[in-house]
């Protein structure tokens, strides 16, 4: 930084230029598109459908709208943003809205220059100080977002009518930067129309003093789409101010949705305890977050967020290592009976349809069975399927549940070997946790497929032939 020029002169002299906020982002886009970066990072699912669009919209110099329900990355894709922004910005020192030294804007700025000139002192700031973003509430005002009159300043002696006065809002202290709004549509109106004042006419009036501000800013902001409608509460002016409108979605598939949970879910780390999680459990997890996006009983317009399938994948893995603890197993291996657990963490995260008000736990439970049965069919061939029911001839029965060791499903294998190779190539190996853990999977599933009975009380279960 020391070697960065220091005064306005010295900034000149350096051949640094000025340019508008959407240009230096697409430039910096330019140059990532070119060497095939992603523009987000970490971003799973939207390649072919999101991300081209972001493209588009930050080479065309537009200001954006990202429509989609809630957990859909919208706001990590407005915030990734900053990384398109130049790391270091000149600007007028003491500035509070980014004056750009060779065009300043604010009284503050202008004076300091027209008393120093080219001795005016230049600071710079990182880009991350150069975001701004406001979750809109109802209760937002003209002074969040754009500013008001300091009575402190106004009590030293200056007049209202002085520039000086004023307390800039988040708009004019995010110029030359990123300003982002967060659920747009619950702004009331006439902060609508304040807000499209600044970003278009360029000038606001706060406690009737009318200040010109010509800021330099790229708007981003996000909405439901069901709120972000003409008879919405969205103004009409201000929806045309956006150039371009994303519409973001869900993983369109299990695989994906998966990844995301993988790439988000946090690890559960305790010593003595190793962790592993069957593919056919994290396929359950994933598949009832999809299943919920589908079924009827559940409110869509709120939308079913990844969110859901990452709590439930954590929630999973918590209920296994607990049983481990107090099984005094090292490994904690997910199962069927861990599945009770989901019901705290996706009850949070889903709303139900009116008509089905007081039934939540049975709707959570039908969409967990539906969930094991889809992955149990994709999963299982119909002539193992045949194998495992041939093995519950007779009197067999087999008890299953969070209170059952690892070591007695190995006892059962021993006992009904029609169960083995099914079981085995699920566990992908002969540990005693994938062991329980597929065979689990396996019984109920032949459960759920109406090949054995099944009796539960509490925590245990108990499956025989029809």
């Given at each position: 930084?020391?070697?960065?020029?220091?005064?306005?002169?010295?900034?000149?002299?350096?051949?640094?230029?000025?340019?508008?906020?959407?240009?230096?982002?697409?430039?910096?886009?330019?140059?990532?598109?070119?060497?095939?970066?992603?523009?987000?990072?970490?971003?799973?699912?939207?390649?072919?459908?999101?991300?081209?669009?972001?493209?588009?919209?930050?080479?065309?110099?537009?200001?954006?709208?990202?429509?989609?329900?809630?957990?859909?990355?919208?706001?990590?894709?407005?915030?990734?943003?900053?990384?398109?922004?130049?790391?270091?910005?000149?600007?007028?020192?003491?500035?509070?809205?980014?004056?750009?030294?060779?065009?300043?804007?604010?009284?503050?700025?202008?004076?300091?220059?027209?008393?120093?000139?080219?001795?005016?002192?230049?600071?710079?700031?990182?880009?991350?100080?150069?975001?701004?973003?406001?979750?809109?509430?109802?209760?937002?005002?003209?002074?969040?977002?754009?500013?008001?009159?300091?009575?402190?300043?106004?009590?030293?002696?200056?007049?209202?009518?002085?520039?000086?006065?004023?307390?800039?809002?988040?708009?004019?202290?995010?110029?030359?930067?990123?300003?982002?709004?967060?659920?747009?549509?619950?702004?009331?109106?006439?902060?609508?129309?304040?807000?499209?004042?600044?970003?278009?006419?360029?000038?606001?009036?706060?406690?009737?003093?009318?200040?010109?501000?010509?800021?330099?800013?790229?708007?981003?902001?996000?909405?439901?789409?069901?709120?972000?409608?003409?008879?919405?509460?969205?103004?009409?002016?201000?929806?045309?101010?956006?150039?371009?409108?994303?519409?973001?979605?869900?993983?369109?598939?299990?695989?994906?949705?998966?990844?995301?949970?993988?790439?988000?879910?946090?690890?559960?780390?305790?010593?003595?305890?190793?962790?592993?999680?069957?593919?056919?459990?994290?396929?359950?997890?994933?598949?009832?977050?999809?299943?919920?996006?589908?079924?009827?009983?559940?409110?869509?317009?709120?939308?079913?967020?990844?969110?859901?399938?990452?709590?439930?994948?954590?929630?999973?893995?918590?209920?296994?290592?607990?049983?481990?603890?107090?099984?005094?197993?090292?490994?904690?291996?997910?199962?069927?009976?861990?599945?009770?657990?989901?019901?705290?963490?996706t009850a949070g995260k889903v709303e139900i349809e009116t008509l089905e008000e007081g039934r939540d736990e049975q709707v959570i439970e039908r969409l967990i069975?539906?969930?094991?049965?889809?992955?149990?069919?994709?999963?299982?061939?119909?002539?193992?399927?045949?194998?495992?029911?041939?093995?519950?001839?007779?009197?067999?029965?087999?008890?299953?549940?969070?209170?059952?060791?690892?070591?007695?499903?190995?006892?059962?294998?021993?006992?009904?070997?029609?169960?083995?190779?099914?079981?085995?190539?699920?566990?992908?190996?002969?540990?005693?946790?994938?062991?329980?853990?597929?065979?689990?999977?396996?019984?109920?599933?032949?459960?759920?497929?109406?090949?054995?009975?099944?009796?539960?009380?509490?925590?245990?279960?108990?499956?025989?032939?029809?």
């Amino acid at each position: 930084m020391s070697s960065r020029p220091a005064t306005l002169g010295q900034l000149r002299d350096s051949g640094w230029k000025s340019v508008p906020v959407k240009e230096e982002v697409r430039r910096n886009a330019v140059a990532k598109v070119r060497d095939g970066e992603p523009l987000v990072d970490g971003l799973l699912g939207y390649d072919g459908t999101v991300l081209p669009q972001l493209e588009n919209a930050l080479l065309a110099g537009h200001d954006i709208i990202f429509l989609g329900e809630r957990g859909q990355a919208k706001t990590r894709m407005i915030r990734s943003l900053v990384s398109l922004l130049d790391e270091w910005l000149p600007i007028v020192a003491g500035s509070e809205i980014n004056d750009d030294p060779y065009h300043p804007v604010s009284r503050h700025a202008r004076d300091v220059e027209a008393e120093q000139g080219e001795d005016t002192p230049i600071q710079w700031i990182h880009r991350e100080h150069r975001f701004g973003e406001k979750l809109a509430t109802p209760d937002t005002s003209i002074a969040d977002l754009i500013g008001e009159v300091d009575p402190i300043r106004v009590a030293e002696g200056r007049y209202l009518s002085d520039e000086l006065t004023l307390h800039y809002g988040l708009v004019p202290r995010t110029n030359r930067g990123i300003f982002a709004i967060n659920e747009l549509p619950d702004l009331a109106e006439r902060i609508q129309v304040g807000l499209l004042n600044v970003l278009e006419e360029r000038d606001v009036q706060i406690r009737g003093y009318k200040v010109r501000l010509p800021l330099d800013v790229m708007l981003v902001a996000s909405a439901n789409p069901e709120d972000y409608t003409n008879r919405g509460r969205i103004i009409t002016p201000l929806k045309d101010r956006f150039g371009a409108q994303i519409r973001t979605h869900y993983p369109l598939d299990v695989e994906t949705e998966l990844g995301v949970v993988h790439q988000e879910a946090k690890p559960l780390e305790a010593a003595g305890l190793r962790v592993q999680v069957p593919e056919f459990m994290a396929e359950i997890v994933g598949q009832l977050s999809h299943l919920a996006r589908a079924s009827a009983h559940i409110n869509q317009r709120s939308g079913v967020s990844v969110r859901l399938s990452i709590s439930n994948y954590e929630t999973l893995i918590a209920n296994a290592a607990r049983r481990s603890l107090r099984g005094g197993e090292p490994d904690v291996v997910p199962r069927i009976s861990d599945l009770e657990a989901l019901a705290s963490s996706t009850a949070g995260k889903v709303e139900i349809e009116t008509l089905e008000e007081g039934r939540d736990e049975q709707v959570i439970e039908r969409l967990i069975k539906s969930a094991v049965l889809t992955v149990f069919k994709s999963r299982c061939s119909t002539d193992q399927v045949k194998e495992a029911v041939l093995a519950f001839e007779d009197t067999v029965v087999v008890h299953a549940g969070d209170d059952v060791p690892s070591s007695a499903y190995v006892e059962t294998l021993s006992r009904l070997p029609g169960l083995r190779s099914s079981v085995l190539r699920l566990a992908q190996g002969e540990s005693p946790g994938a062991v329980a853990s597929a065979t689990e999977f396996v019984l109920e599933g032949l459960h759920l497929s109406k090949r054995l009975n099944k009796e539960a009380s509490g925590g245990r279960a108990t499956y025989r032939g029809r």
